[in-house]
């Protein structure tokens, strides 16, 4: 059997700004659920995004920089590190032709932010600054092993039913996050603090966010969960 092509969008290479960039992680965590990746480079003219789309069967948005604020109404943080312009404006573009197709989505990290702002949201700009009950820290501090924390799951969604458990523990790699939740938007797990990590939006077929990275744990089970997902929801009968 064929197995479903499933599109990565990608990042720019921050030295060498001629050139592309996605962690290998992504395709192969997508391999490994059964999919076939595909990558979309992101400089192109807008008007050819539905014959990507045509050549698809789903999509994950990927990790990268900061949106523009602009997006929700606020202006630039100091800590924020920007995102190349044209691959935002191609991601909003491309998230509305999948969406308008009800496409099957997963969103990781930037994808997430992609996925609840694309919905009307906001995010908070930078959480180390965010006043907040038992604060927990969310970014990668160097020289250190990579942090993680626990994640409440609400198992009767449809992310969180293959997640598996009312608890998981992830990697954490952001220092932005959900601040509004965009509209349609289920909540489907949240760290210890109260941040936002997961939610779905359920009358879709698949339209399922992490602010994690679980293409970087795809060897447990549960971090797999979302790619097989994903490409179970792709497809085509
Ligand atoms: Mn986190």
Known sequence: ???????LTTDYNDEKQ????????????????????????Y????TLIPQYVDLLDGICFSGGDDMNPVRYGEEWHPKVRRMDPRREA?????????????????GVCFGSQ???????????????EHARESAIE?????????????VKVDTSTQLGKVLGASEISVNTYHKQ????LG???????????????????????????????????????EHLAPFKLLVEKSKND
Do not use: C
């Open 1 to 7: 059997m064929k197995r479903p092509v499933i599109g």
């Open 18 to 41: 001629d050139r592309y960039l996605s962690t290998m992680s992504y395709a192969a965590a997508i391999e490994k659920a059964g999919g076939l990746p595909v990558l979309l480079p």
């Open 43 to 46: 400089a192109i003219d807008q």
């Open 90 to 106: 191609f991601e909003f573009a491309l998230i509305a032709e999948v969406e308008k197709r009800r496409m099957p989505a997963l």
């Open 114 to 128: 992609l996925m609840n702002v694309y919905r009307g949201g906001s995010l908070t700009q930078f959480l180390p």
């Open 138 to 150: 969310h970014r990668r501090i160097p020289d250190q092993e990579p942090t993680r924390h626990p």
């Open 177 to 180: 996050g959900v601040n509004k």
């Open 183 to 221: 509209k349609g938007l289920r909540i489907v797990a949240t760290a210890p603090d109260g941040v936002i990590e997961s939610f779905e939006d359920p009358t879709l077929p698949l339209f399922a966010a992490v602010q994690w990275h679980p293409e970087r744990l795809f060897e447990e089970r």
